[in-house]
């Protein structure tokens, strides 16, 4: 149940973003670019970036919509347990765990990034602009999981097929509107 009596009891981030409309189009945009646009990482990497930093955060309602999203991109879900356990034996490709570490280290000690964090990265055969994309999926999450956790929206697993569909594939604005 949501936290403000404004919100419905099935609310989502549409709701949300319908109590400063302003702020919405500004952001859904930023959202596109960040998810679909051009990137040295593909769609499916950048979902399993939003989908491992809301499980950093224990965030059921962003975790549950984008690891079903990197389903649609053929990601296993079973891969997210495994990064969240131990990022050098889960089953990913070895050049996106310097990627995922350096997720990690910025969702939970971001004060403590240095230049080795990146250079990691750079050694795995990534350049600057993939990287700099990895930090914009990562923000974007950390902003999202606090907006959805701080708002009460809860986790409909129900909807996390059909908001996956919508979104992977850009399918109209609803999904773009809904996106968590």
């Known amino acids: 149940m949501p936290f403000l009596p404004s919100l419905p009891a099935k609310a989502n981030v549409g709701h949300v973003f319908a109590l400063n409309p302003d702020a919405a189009p500004g952001f859904m ?7 679909r646009g ?5 769609p499916a990497q950048r ?6 930093t809301s499980a950093l955060n224990a965030c059921p309602y962003c975790y549950g919509g984008h690891s079903a999203i990197a389903a649609q991109f053929g990601i296993p879900p079973e891969t997210f347990d495994a990064l969240v356990e131990n990022i050098d034996t889960a089953p990913v490709e070895d050049p996106m765990k310097p990627i995922l570490h350096y997720v990690k280290k910025l ?6 990034m ?6 990691a990265v750079y050694a795995a055969g990534w350049d600057e602009r ?3 994309d990895a930090m914009l999926v990562c923000c974007r999450f950390n902003f999202m999981n606090r907006l959805t956790l701080g708002h009460g929206l809860d986790a409909d697993p129900e909807m996390f097929e059909e908001r996956a569909r919508k979104m992977a594939y850009g399918e109209g604005d609803e999904g773009k509107a809904r996106a968590g």
């Open 29 to 35: 945009e930023f959202s596109h670019a960040v998810m």
């Open 38 to 42: 051009d990137s040295p990482l593909s």
């Open 47 to 52: 979902e399993m970036i939003a989908a491992f």
């Open 107 to 112: 969702t939970r000690e971001p004060a403590r």
């Open 114 to 119: 240095v230049q080795a964090d990146a250079d």
């Open 130 to 132: 993939a990287l700099h």
